[in-house]
Each structure stands twice: as C-alpha cells, then as structure tokens.
C-alpha cells in the first residue's frame, strides 16, 4: 500500500526558510511525477509544484525563485526547499506522487507571521 508521509512544517517568520520533506513507501517513485499542493485557510487545494521522473521541474508563478523541489529517489523522497516566505505562503502542504492514480500524504502544516 502507498504510504506518503509529510514532515518539516512548522512556525516561521517573513522571510524566514524551511524544508519540507515527504517520504514514501510502498511504492518506487523513480519513474513517478511527484509534487506538492497547498491549501491555505478558506481557500481550495492549490498547485505548488512538480518535479518530473526526469527531474524536470514546474512551479506555480507566486513561489517561482523562492522553492525548490528536489527528489532523492534512492531513498524514495522529495523535498520542498522554501525560502523568503510571506504570509501568503501559510498553508497546509501535501505531497502526491502520481501512479495508478494520485496518491496523497496527510498534510503538514506551515504558518508564516511575525
């Protein structure tokens, strides 16, 4: 069974960093497109970004520059490196791997204020 776990969220100030990691198991993830998505409060799930089984990457315009995505697919995980956050940026962060189907982690959660 597919098994993604998220870590990494936490309390940061404006233009503060973290790293986002999610792990999975149960699965290869070698030749899967993998991402994140965000949903801040009152709003819908939104696309952060995507990194390819070729490494190829894609981002949402508000976090082009600021995160990066990046996968270990030896130890089966991919990161989210974000750095100069904004308050807009608060939001709770899920990780997906596409196989079969989409397959989604439980969230982790990021708070952006001073």
């Known amino acids: 069974q597919v098994h993604l776990v998220e870590s990494g969220g936490g309390f940061v100030q404006p233009g503060g960093s973290l790293r986002l990691s999610c792990a999975a198991s149960g699965t290869i993830i070698s030749g899967s497109a993998m991402g994140w998505y965000r949903q801040a409060p009152g709003q819908r799930r939104a696309h952060v970004a995507t990194?390819?089984?070729?490494?190829?990457?894609q981002y949402t315009d508000s976090v082009q520059g600021r995160f990066t995505v990046s996968r270990d697919n030896s130890k089966n995980i991919m990161t989210l490196q974000m750095q100069s956050l904004n308050p807009e940026d608060t939001a709770v962060y899920y990780c997906?791997?596409?196989?079969?189907?989409?397959?989604w982690g439980q969230g982790t959660r990021v708070t952006v204020s001073s």
């Open positions: 990194i390819f089984s070729n490494g190829r990457t």
């Open positions: 997906y791997v596409d196989l079969d189907h989409s397959y």
